[in-house]
């Protein structure tokens, strides 16, 4: 069982920046944020494929947030930018241990392994 241990979450002003990160204790497929705010659901935002380190991001933060990652580390990096009061959530890494084709890329059901969450907050 791979275990996901986030870190970097806290309070900011908007139009701060802040960096998350994501250490795995094993190899993962892909490996994905997702992040849920009050009263809403829980939103994929930023993807980042094993194989070949190519991401995507949901409409929300692109251009605004970028998606990293050091295999060496088994760690992913969230370089959020530009933060708006709006991002603020319950931020979660997650990844897969296989390919999952059920569902599309960002589905957080195609997900085996979930961070604890880190809490993401932009003051206006």
């Known amino acids: 069982q791979v275990q996901l241990v986030e870190d970097g979450g806290g309070s900011v002003q908007a139009g701060e920046s802040l960096r998350l990160s994501c250490a795995a204790s094993?190899?993962?497929?892909?490996t994905a944020w997702f992040r849920q705010g009050p009263g809403k659901e829980r939103e994929g935002i930023a993807l980042i494929y094993t194989r070949d380190g190519r991401t995507e991001y949901a409409d929300s933060v692109k251009g605004r947030f970028t998606l990293s990652r050091d295999n060496a580390k088994n760690t992913v990096h969230l370089q959020m930018t530009s933060l708006k009061p709006e991002d603020t959530a319950v931020y979660y890494c997650?990844?897969?241990?296989?390919?999952?084709?059920?569902?599309?890329?960002?589905?957080?059901?195609?997900?085996?392994?979930w961070g604890q969450g880190t809490q993401v907050t932009i003051s206006s």
């Open positions: 997650a990844a897969k241990s296989q390919i999952v084709y059920e569902y599309s890329p960002m589905d957080p059901r195609g997900f085996h392994y």
């Open positions: 094993g190899y993962t497929w892909n």
